[in-house]
């Protein structure tokens, strides 16, 4: 019989969060963990990792921190294999370079596929097989608006964010027999380090703003929400599923208020 009163809690399962030592990913961390998670906190930033996990602890959570570089797939091999059981991986990890395709080098190509969709595939392929042992777990990488819409400067990012869709999809088609579930959260505009530069641009970051039916931008911590509801049972039938958040980004044409 279903729990209704438990079914978005997390009590004693283990959460690994990559990416979690700032933005979406330190957000999604604490969320895990107030829900009763014990969290694992990874991040290339070894002391931010530390600081998120001491976060979590000071608040009455459970939480670890170690240092993690998703590219370097010995390194990730050898931290998924040292945790053990996971239950819920969530992996943010993401970099931009801002500029038109034509202007693009290879090695900025290559640096923006090499965090955005092979660092989240070594991570997710890793934890997947440990998740496909157990016959549980969920998945849960980050996609965004840009996986569907795209603007100038946006080429290189928009492509890997509708690469981790269509990954997550064929996860989630391979490791449904295991019972493992697969998902992608999908954010709109969101305070972040990675936005920073939009904020210092005040007719950027209000043009943004204005473009969803909200009219803001989103704190990161509204992020977490949606990523413990995947991680957790009230989702259990919920995979290869993309879930925007997005304050109506992708439903409305924003750019211009008719007179009606």
């Not at 906190?41 to 240092?67: E, F, L, P, Q, Y």
């Not at 797939?73 to 034509?102: F, H």
């Not at 949606?226 to 997005?246: E, H, K, N, Q, R």
């Not at 439903?251 to 211009?256: K, L, P, T």
Request: glycine share 10%.
């Amino acid at each position: 019989m279903t729990n209704f009163n438990g079914m978005f809690r997390l009590d004693g399962r283990v959460a690994l969060v990559a990416g979690a030592a700032s933005g979406i990913g330190q957000s999604a961390a604490k969320g895990l963990a107030a829900a009763g998670a014990k969290t694992i906190c990874a991040d290339v930033n070894a002391d931010g990792a530390a600081a998120t996990a001491k976060a979590i602890r000071d608040a009455g959570g459970h939480a670890d921190s170690i240092a993690l570089d998703v590219t370097d797939e010995t390194a990730v091999a050898a931290a998924v294999a040292k945790i053990g059981t996971i239950d819920v991986l969530v992996s943010t990890p993401a970099v931009n370079v801002r500029k038109p395709l034509l202007n693009y080098t290879a090695d900025e190509f290559d640096k923006v596929l090499r965090l955005n969709l092979k660092g989240n595939f070594l991570i997710a392929r890793e934890v997947g097989r440990v998740m496909a042992a157990q016959k549980r777990g969920s998945i849960i990488l980050l996609s965004s608006i840009r996986s569907i819409t795209v603007e100038p400067g946006q080429g290189a990012y928009a492509a890997t964010k509708a690469g981790i869709v269509q990954m997550a999809r064929a996860l989630a088609a391979e490791l449904g027999p295991s019972g493992v579930r697969v998902n992608c959260v999908a954010p709109g505009v969101v305070e972040t380090p990675l936005t920073m530069p939009i904020k210092s641009k005040p007719e950027w970051y209000n043009a943004y703003a204005a473009k969803n039916a909200l009219g803001r931008w989103a704190h990161s911590d509204e992020m977490a929400g949606p990523v413990v509801f995947l991680a957790s049972d009230a989702a259990s039938y919920i995979t290869g599923a993309v879930l925007f958040v997005d304050g109506g980004w992708t439903a409305v044409d924003g750019r211009f208020q008719p007179p009606v």
